[in-house]
C-alpha cells in the first residue's frame, strides 16, 4: 500500500489554517510523576482494552458497544481528560462533528460507540492502524477522489443495516478556535439510507489556574500542522483540568432533506454544530428546516 503522505494533493482538500502555534501557549503544569503515571496508565489502558475488545467481539453488537464505551472513557481518563457528555445519539445514525484532535474519536466513542470514517494517513502507522480498527475506523484517502463515492456507499449499507457511523465533514482538523466548512459528501449516504443525522459539538476545556473558578476553551489537544500522535498526547499529559465536553444538539430526520438535498442537510448539521461552541468566526445562524 502507497503512504498516503507521499500521494499528491488535488484542489478539493481540506487544507486547515492552524499549526503548531495554535497549541503553543497551552500551560504544561503536570508534575513529572504525573506525567509518568499517566504515560503508564495509557499503556495499560490500550493494551487490556484491545484484549477486553477481542474476548467480547463473538458476544455480539450490544456487548461489543458497551466495552467500546468503557474503553474509550478508561483511555480519556489514563490521559487525565473528564468526559462532559451531553444528550443521546439514537442507534443507527450518521454522527457528524467538528474535528481537532485525535482524541476526537475517543470522545464520541465515550457516549456512542460508532464505526468511524478517518484520513487514511492515521492507519500507516501500524500501533495506530490497530487502535483505530479495534473502534471500527473506515480508512479514506482524501487524496484519492475516485475511492469517495465506494466509501460513501458502504457507508449507507452500514446504516441501512442499523449501525451508527461517525465522521468529521470538515475534513481535517483545527486547534477548535478556527473551524472549516462541512463538506456534503457523506450526508448522502443518510439521505440515501433514510437515517437520522446526529450534529455533536465537540469543545476541549482547561480548568482556569489560581482561585478562579470554570474553565477556558483550550486548544491543549489539537492536532495540527507539525504536531504528531505523541507530540498531541503528550501535551494532554502534561496539563491539567483538561475536559472535553461532547454535545449531541440535536437529531435530524435525513429522509426529509431528500428534496434539498444533501448539500443543505450539510449547512444544517453545519450550523447546528458551531452555533454551540466558542470560535473567532461570526456566529453561526441556524437555517430554517426544510
Known amino acids: 500500500m502507497i503512504p498516503v503522505g507521499t500521494l499528491r494533493k488535488h484542489g478539493w482538500q481540506q487544507q486547515s489554517e492552524c499549526d503548531g502555534g495554535c497549541s503553543a501557549a497551552e500551560p504544561q503544569v503536570a508534575a513529572r510523576w504525573l506525567r509518568i503515571v499517566r504515560w ?42 473528564r468526559v462532559e457528555p451531553v444528550g443521546n445519539v439514537p442507534l443507527r445514525s450518521l454522527v457528524v462533528a467538528n474535528h481537532q484532535s485525535l482524541l476526537d474519536i475517543v470522545a464520541i466513542a465515550s457516549i456512542a460507540p460508532a464505526a468511524f470514517v478517518a484520513k487514511a494517513d492515521i492507519f500507516d502507522a501500524r500501533p495506530i492502524a490497530v487502535l483505530m480498527r479495534a473502534f471500527g475506523a473506515i480508512p479514506l484517502r482524501r487524496e484519492r477522489l475516485t475511492e469517495l463515492p465506494g466509501t460513501v456507499e458502504h457507508v449507507a449499507e452500514l446504516l441501512r443495516d442499523g449501525s451508527t457511523v461517525a465522521l468529521f465533514p470538515e475534513g481535517t482538523t483545527y486547534c477548535g478556535f478556527h473551524r472549516g466548512e462541512f463538506r456534503p459528501a457523506f450526508f448522502q449516504a443518510a439521505i440515501d439510507a433514510s437515517a437520522d443525522v446526529v450534529p455533536v459539538s465537540l469543545r476541549y476545556s482547561m480548568r482556569l489556574p489560581g482561585p478562579a473558578r470554570g474553565a477556558r476553551q483550550s486548544a491543549v489537544a489539537a492536532y495540527v500542522g507539525s504536531d504528531t500522535e505523541v507530540t498531541t498526547l503528550a501535551r494532554v499529559i502534561g496539563a491539567r483540568g483538561v475536559a472535553v465536553r461532547v454535545h449531541a444538539t440535536e437529531v435530524i ?21 458551531f452555533a454551540d461552541a466558542e470560535f473567532s468566526e461570526p456566529e453561526v445562524r441556524l437555517p430554517l428546516a426544510a
Open 40 to 81: 503508564a496508565a495509557f499503556g495499560i489502558v490500550v493494551l487490556t482494552g484491545l484484549l477486553a475488545l477481542g474476548l467480547t467481539y463473538p458476544f455480539g453488537g450490544p456487548t461489543r458497544r458497551t466495552m467500546i464505551r468503557g474503553c474509550a472513557r478508561a483511555m480519556l481518563w489514563s490521559l487525565g481528560v
Open 253 to 273: 430526520a435525513a429522509g426529509d432533506w431528500a428534496i434539498a438535498g444533501r448539500g443543505a442537510l450539510a449547512a444544517r448539521a453545519e450550523a447546528s454544530v
